[in-house]
Each structure stands twice: as C-alpha cells, then as structure tokens.
C-alpha cells in the first residue's frame, strides 16, 4: 500500500488524482440538480433571471475565479517540483513508457485492439459521433437546464462513455499498469522484472477452429466464424431493438437514418466494452484472454 501510496503522490499523477475528485464532484452535482429539477412543476433555471449585466456581475465572478487559480498554482509549484526527467536518450527506454494522462485512455485500447483501431478508427468514430449528436438529437426538451426524467437514454449513455469508457481507462492506464505494461493491483509492487505468460486465444479458438493451418496460414473458417460473431452482435441486437420501438411515434420522429446512426454508435461502444471483458475476465476464473474475435489478412478486431 505504501508504494501506491507514493505513486499517486508523484508530480506527474497529483492532477489525475485531482482530477478524479472533480470527477466525481461535477457527476454527483449534475444528477443532484437533474433530480431536484425533475421533482418540481418548474426547473430551477427557469426561475432565475437570465439577464445581467457583465459588470459587475461576470467580470467580478471571473476576476476572483482568476485569483484563485493563481493562488493554487502558486501553492502547487512551491509545494511540489516540477516532473522534469533527464533528456531523451534513445538507448535507455522508460519502463513503462507512458503517454500524456489524456491519451492513456487510448493506449490502454492498444491493449484489446490492433493499433490502426485503437489510434485511428475508434477515436475517429467518438469524433464523428459527438458531432452527429445535434444532428440524431431531435428532443426539444431539456435544453437549458439539468433532467434526467426527459433524457434518460441520452444522459446514462453519455454517463457510461465518458466514465467508462475514457475516465475509467485513465485510471487503468495510470495507477494499474505497470513495466511491461503488466497488470498490477494497488498494493503490489511494481517489479521490473515480472514475466507474465499470456496464452491468449482467438474467440474461434475456444470453439475448437484454429486461427491458423499447419503450414501458418490463415484459416478461412476462422475468419468466417468472426465475421458471423461481429454481424450477428450488430445485426441482432439492432434488430432486436427496432422491433420494440418501430411503431412508436418517438421512432417516427427520429426517422430511420437516425435511428440506424444513433444505434450503429451505441452498439460500437457496447462491442468495445464485450472486448474488454473479453480480454480481462477470463483469467480471472482460470481461462484464456480473447485476443481477437475476427481474424482477416487486413485488420483484426
């Protein structure tokens, strides 16, 4: 405990660890407002005035905003020095090699997916997705104060991407891995030394057809079998959920471009989430990690 105690301490992780606070802070005090709005005739912003005048109103809330910051800046570096390291050398690697706090979401992706997906596809379709959200977003209500009870689907999506899927893989990426990028639980110690064999398993695999022939080529039917798993994930759930919401008039509204875009995005993060587990469940009662679950000549995913 003492060594994770150190290694939140580290210059370099002190705003991770701040940042976690605000985090949470921020999470618990939109929700508070959203229930508290949603328990009442009239929400709490539309009791305000919306008009002030900037002075004094806004410039005097921004000038002690400013001093604040300041004071904590100067704090903070008296306190704490800078994580200034040597100069790079090319013949002394650091172990492990880490990328700045706000990418190590996507090196952590590095670990389930090959890196054309986790570096290009994937943040590609986060990007493409919050700037098709004014576009699939067609309910007027909501706009301009906090509820849940009119934006459930939207709020608990965004909740679960933004915690889960980036927040929470920080996390991982930060505190839980260590040399070799190895997996290391908050009280063990990071030995530079471990050698952790991973017998990992294609999904085809553990339904007896080898990723491979004897003479080292790709087995057809394995990727067949991947293929069939991806599609029927995408196509099945999809499916699924347009038969129970076909004849409602919210589908209607939404129309079928949306509907399909808004769920091709939605079922993309749950397959992300299925590959993680994928990954890190089953050596935890006694299997195998799935390396992959469709193998071609051209990408794996």
Do not use: C
Request: no cysteine.
């Amino acid at each position: 405990m003492n060594h994770f105690l150190e290694l939140i301490s580290k210059p370099d992780n002190v705003p991770i660890v701040g940042l976690l606070f605000l985090i949470v802070f921020y999470t618990w005090l939109a929700y508070s407002k959203a229930i508290k709005n949603d328990s009442q005739e009239i929400p709490e912003e539309a009791k305000q005035d919306d008009k002030v005048q900037v002075w004094p109103n806004l410039v005097r809330v921004e000038f002690l905003a400013m001093l604040a910051v300041f004071i904590i800046l100067a704090v903070w570096s008296i306190l704490i020095d800078a994580p200034l390291e040597q100069s790079a050398n090319p013949a002394l690697t650091p172990n492990p090699s880490k990328a700045p706090w706000y990418f190590l979401g996507l090196q952590e992706l590095l670990v389930y997916f090959d890196p054309w997906i986790a570096g290009v596809i994937l943040p590609t379709i986060i990007i493409v997705g919050l700037m098709a959200i004014p576009y699939i977003d067609i309910n007027p209500k909501g706009n301009g104060y906090y509820t849940f009870k009119e934006r459930k689907f939207a709020i608990l999506t965004f909740s679960f991407g933004f915690l889960i899927l980036w927040i929470a893989l920080i996390i991982l990426g930060t505190f839980l891995r260590g040399p070799g990028w190895n997996f290391f639980l908050p009280w063990e110690i990071w030995d530079a030394h471990k050698v952790v064999v991973l017998n990992n398993l294609d999904l085809s695999e553990y339904f007896g057809i080898p990723t491979v022939n004897s003479d080292n080529t790709l087995n057809i039917f394995a990727s067949i079998f991947g293929f069939l798993v991806v599609a029927i994930f995408y196509v099945g759930f999809g499916l699924w959920h347009y038969t129970k919401i076909k004849s409602t008039e919210f589908f209607k509204k939404l129309g079928p471009t949306r509907y399909w875009t808004t769920s091709f995005l939605f079922w993309t993060m749950m397959f992300v989430v299925l590959k993680i587990f994928l990954r890190l469940l089953p050596p935890v009662f006694g299997g195998y990690p799935v390396k992959y679950i469709w193998v071609t000549p051209w990408f794996n995913i």
